[in-house]
């Protein structure tokens, strides 16, 4: 089973950027679909974006379309969330999560998650 430490949260002022990482401890982390969530306290975790296998594909929530880019680096069993203009409503525990479904943006869909990064929006 593939195992995900993510880093890269913290603070940032609104409109603000960070970007995300996510290490997976497999060579096979190409077999994975991989999603960004998050979860806000006193929120159920949400779907924020995913990328297919090969990187070709990926989906986002509404509340992020344009702010946000995910990616994913195979050879170096590396994913990414590019986050620009952030806002004080992007505040939350980020995880990122693999699965074995073939493209999905639900969140009992997805075997294995991170531990999670907090990332603070000051307005």
């Known amino acids: 089973q593939v195992q995900l430490v993510e880093s890269g949260g913290g603070l940032v002022q609104a409109g603000g950027s960070l970007r995300l990482s996510c290490a997976a401890s497999e060579r096979t982390f190409s077999r994975y679909l991989m999603g960004w969530f998050r979860q806000a306290p006193g929120k159920e975790r949400e779907f924020v974006a995913v990328i297919n296998r090969s990187g070709d594909n990926t989906s986002y929530a509404d509340s992020v379309k344009g702010r946000f880019t995910i990616s994913r680096d195979n050879a170096k069993n590396m994913g990414y969330l590019e986050m620009n203009s952030l806002k004080p409503e992007d505040m939350a525990v980020y995880y990122c999560?693999?699965?074995?479904?073939?493209?999905?943006?639900?969140?009992?869909?997805?075997?294995?998650w991170g531990q999670g990064t907090r990332v603070t929006v000051s307005s």
């Open positions: 999560a693999a699965s074995y479904a073939l493209f999905s943006r639900v969140v009992r869909d997805y075997a294995y």
